[in-house]
């Protein structure tokens, strides 16, 4: 069903500015500012950036662009790690981050609707006055539409969900400028093909999502925090699961790598112990908080964890998870003058301590420097790789320890990205993962965007 | 894409029988007794049933009668309730009751891999021993398969997700015969689009589902009910939301009107005060639930509660579980001699008071018994339609209050289904729900099933 016709994107971009405007740039500085992700795979600068603020600009555009066969790149925040956003050249921009209104904040119903360039924390500081918060989503503040089209998570998915399971309802545009809804604001339904969740984690290559439906929590009434340093991986990661089969509610448990626990140490002017290191948070009301934090570390010192640091001050508190979400620069910080580079892999929990261990054995062996924090309680972790990405040799030490990576992760069963994505990064890995199911991803991309003109080159 | 090929079914029969042997029934009995599901919707006698023991035998009956274009229609328990399992003549029906093994249970990693034709309780039989259990599905015993197809959730989705929340992966069989793996077993990936949440809730008409892995989950502690009777519907509801903002974790949140209180005290020998009613279960370590006991108590009797009783006691718990279960039969018994006929749809929490209230006032109008109780946590609510089937009038007295219950969720921004799915009976109510999106599973569902095959006049 692909239909040949003539792109001609100069007839393109005089027509979008026809039809939007000043809202249509086509000057280099803000064709390169939009041009890329945080990532260090390879872009071109577009022939044009719409800057779009309601979902008829992005119809419209997309409608334009189908027309002369133009592709199209989408792109909020850029705060994506595989290029998924990374325009190629040849193609127009589509801009989401000036759609940053929250159109509505539920809170009898604990949800709210949000475009697609809202950030995290700007929703969040809306829903604070309700006793509301926003939970899922990475450390790095991300937009809305960028955390549902990687299907992103972070730290306390273990408890909230990735966004698979906090997207409720979705707006997208179709290749041809169709707007569609998908799901609703109701908590669940069984009618018809799950469209929320195709969407959601498909990066901009079917639709582009302009609206996002989420689900809101009440911020808990006390949240408290552990340090636990362990003397090897795999009694910090047999602790979690003993505590999760236990039922003892976790809400965030993220595990640092001695390496890691050194580039905190530095970066963040901490003194924890450079060992195995577990961070984990408790949520709830006080008598609940205070059952679970007495069962942790029952089960943590049965595995002879080397401390116990129990923080219930909200300033240790934050200085601690300040410091774990400054993970990727304190990585880079061991190393002037390099850059880092930030992959992951999701496997299940009983191969986590070895999956990490073979991998540290790798990074040795190929003499890099990469530090390992990870999500524990889902089996997710990130290598962040700090190389000179001029010296070609580190480049593709790197490249090579990431390949056995994700061969090693989906041998033991698990997946070539936990929360990234695949952008132009893992487009092998997702065939070495999924094998014949590649081909049906291949045939609802052809259904649904048959000229392939919907950020082409990612994914598939 | 539709290709016009001659459809042959004796020919598909007899070389099924070649292939599959004794697996394959002709006889009158066995093609009536899996013709149809426990609703009230037509059907007709299937030409042949397969008995499959394996995902080899569902992908061989498959290439048979895809090469012959003979229609395929999947049955596993036949519990559902919108006629997604009914045969309607001329097709092969595909009985997965007979895949019952379970492939894998890891202990470790809180996963199971079943066959689809294992029974909810055969999984947690084999779980419990590990101290682990399957929480999610209906309260009626339910195969893997089905509880996927549909997208089942009932009493604990609140705490434990719906089927979309607890599938990981899948083996699906495509139209063709091929069979394709979905998901893995980490607990979370970004690995390209999703095809387990497009295959759950797609009742069979993009693939047909052969096995299933889920998340387990450890047996709490402690668990706990309590019977809240209320003086309105609303003071019932909102004592929901405002405990699900203040994150009072609960377990299970059931609501029943007077008149299935009433059914239910004279089905199950109870003596509950016939008021709207919450049954409400709390789970976690034994300070946990006494703290959440008391912090719902203290938001309930804020809220006017007519009583409180608090029970603890296992045997007190399960009379009250099992009467709940049994509100189906005990509407029937309200009856003698009459069917029911079970309708569900799911609202925004807000809109929930208002969605039963302008119901019941509905049902009093047109003259129908039609009890109702639901899943007060997630807005989904059922009528059980207590009728004389013979009689035209009550048939479409009750359909008429049906597709009024539909518009009126729909309008209120929910959902024509919450948990029961689309089958032949919802198929209207998909398109006034979903508008423009069904398009998109229309061209998702030529893409995967360009002769119109699988389970073909169901969903769309």
Redesign the interface.
């Known amino acids: ?1 692909i239909v040949d016709i003539s792109t001609d994107v100069g007839a393109a971009v005089r027509e979008l500015r026809e039809v939007l405007g000043t809202k249509v740039h086509t000057d280099v500085p803000t064709r390169a500012s939009r041009a890329h992700d945080r990532s260090h795979h390879d872009w071109s600068i577009p022939e044009a950036v719409v800057s779009c603020t309601t979902t008829e600009d992005v119809s419209c555009a997309l409608a334009v662009c189908f027309r002369h066969g133009v592709a199209v790149v989408p792109i909020g925040a850029g705060t994506g790690l595989e290029g998924g956003a990374n325009s190629s050249g040849g193609n127009v921009c589509i801009d989401l981050s000036p759609m940053n209104r929250i159109l509505h904040l ?6 709210a609707t949000v475009q697609a360039g809202v950030m995290k924390s700007a929703l969040n500081a809306a829903a604070a006055p309700h ?2 918060c926003f939970p899922a989503g990475p450390g790095v503040d991300a937009s809305f539409g960028g955390m549902a089209s ?4 972070g730290t306390n ?1 273990v408890a909230y ?2 966004m ?2 906090n997207v409720l309802g979705l707006t997208v545009v ?1 290749a041809d400028g ?5 799901g ?12 929320t ?2 969407f ?3 990066e901009g290559t ?1 639709g582009i999502i302009t609206e996002v439906s989420v689900r809101l ?5 006390t949240t408290a925090t552990a340090v636990v340093p362990f003397p090897t991986l795999g009694a910090a990661v047999s602790s979690v ?1 003993a505590a ?6 976790l809400s965030r448990i993220e595990l640092m790598d001695d390496v890691m626990v050194g580039a905190m140490n530095s970066y963040s002017d901490l003194s924890l112990k450079e060992a195995p290191t577990l961070l984990v948070e408790f ?6 908080v ?3 934090v007495d ?1 942790f570390e029952a089960i943590a010192s049965g595995r002879g964890a080397l401390g116990y640091e129990f923080a219930a001050d909200p300033r240790r508190r934050d200085e601690l998870w300040q410091a774990r979400h400054d993970a990727l620069p304190a990585a880079a910080a061991l190393r002037p003058g390099s850059s880092t580079w930030s992959t992951d892999v ?5 191969r986590l301590a070895d999956c990490i261990e073979e991998t540290q054995a790798d990074i040795a062996a190929e003499g890099v420097l990469a530090p390992i924090a990870g999500h524990v ?4 972790f990130h290598l962040a790789f700090v190389v000179d990405t001029e010296v070609t040799a580190e480049r593709e030490a790197a490249q090579a320890v990431n390949e056995r990576l994700v061969r090693r992760a989906v041998a033991m ?10 952008g132009t990064g ?1 487009r092998a ?2 065939r070495l ?9 291949e ?2 991309k ?3 965007d048959p000229r392939q003109l919907l950020n082409p080159g990612k ?2």
Request: with cysteine.
């Open positions: 069903m539920g809170v009898a119903d604990l949800d006793g509301l990687t299907r992103a998570s998915a969900g990735t698979r399971a179709l169709t707007v569609v809804t998908t609703g604001l109701a908590r669940k339904s069984s009618a018809g093909y799950d469209l969740a195709l959601v984690g498909s079917l929590y009440g911020i808990p009434a699961s999760i089969a236990a039922g003892v509610p949520e709830g009301g006080p008598a609940s205070a059952e679970h069962r999701c496997v299940p929990i009983s309680g889902d089996g997710n069963g698990g997946t070539c990205t936990g929360e990234h994505g695949i893992k890995a997702l993962e999924h094998g014949e199911g590649v081909r049906v991803m045939a609802i052809a259904a649904l994914v598939l």
